[in-house]
């Protein structure tokens, strides 16, 4: 949940500057939460962060069926994407020491783009 904390903290922090995200940001930070509430419950089921987004779909191979508990409908229904309907970006271990990265690349869909 760190990521989507940091993301809320950095548009509280632009909010005070006079900046107001658009509709399409406040929704992709409140799905950016859902998916990192996700990410945390499946860490704590499994004891480690999925190797994919897809693995909060459906069981992963790597989970052994008959040791690992899993939610009847997943950890999340479908594959999550922002608000540009554009596929997150998720790595784990994440950049300076988090344990996951979790990135909206926005409607440009580039890194640094606008």
Do not use: H
Not at 20 to 38: F, N, Q, R, Y
Not at 58 to 80: C, E, F, I, M, N
């Amino acid at each position: 949940m760190k990521i989507a904390l940091a993301g809320i903290v950095v548009g509280i922090a632009l909010a005070g500057c006079g900046y107001t995200p658009s509709p399409e940001v406040e929704i992709t930070l409140e799905t950016m939460k859902e998916v990192a509430g996700a990410l945390e419950a499946f860490k704590k089921d499994q004891r480690r962060y999925p190797g994919a987004l897809a693995d909060l779909v459906a069981r992963p191979k790597y989970l052994d069926p008959k040791t690992t508990k899993w939610p009847a409908s997943g950890y999340v229904k479908a594959l999550p994407k922002d608000a540009w309907n554009k596929d997150f970006t998720y790595r784990t271990p994440g950049t300076a020491g988090r344990p996951f990265d979790l990135i909206s690349l926005g409607e440009d869909g580039k890194y640094g783009g606008g």
